[in-house]
Nanobody, 120 residues
Framework: QLQASGGGLVQAGGSLRLSCAAS????????MAWFRRAPGKEREIVAR????????TYADSVKGRFTISRDNAKNTVYLQMMSLKPEDTAVYYC???????????????WGQGTEVTVSS
């Protein structure tokens, strides 16, 4: 199970940190990721991280502004979002799986989503 939290309303240029706490079977997965779905758009990957090595990748749209990190002792993954833009408005989902993919089919477990709204 994955429990996402930390969303909210923020002004453009502001920051938010999302958290995703993993429990149960998700302990054994090797990859954690954040996806988002903006109104009227498909779900897209934002960032992913390997649990053991810490290797990360980011969508071009968030590079330099977002940082994904993990605390394996707490079984928690974070998404630090800075310099937020109105186009970052979306429901953000954390996901866990064992394949290094950027598409949703690579992930077996999903959190419930947390909403981020960036006002201009």
């Amino acid at each position: 199970q994955l429990q996402a939290s930390g969303g909210g309303l923020v002004q453009a240029g502001g920051s938010l940190r999302l958290s995703c706490a993993a429990s149960g079977r998700t302990f054994s997965t090797g990859i954690m990721a954040w996806f988002r779905r903006a109104p009227g758009k498909e779900r897209e990957i934002v960032a992913r991280i390997r649990r053991t090595s810490g290797i990360t990748t980011y969508a071009d749209s968030v590079k330099g502004r977002f940082t994904i990190s993990r605390d394996n002792a707490k079984n928690t993954v974070y998404l630090q979002m800075m310099s937020l833009k109105p186009e970052d408005t979306a429901v953000y989902y954390c996901a866990a799986g064992n394949t290094w993919k950027i598409t949703t089919d690579g992930y077996d477990y999903w959190g419930q989503g947390t909403e981020v709204t960036v006002s201009s």
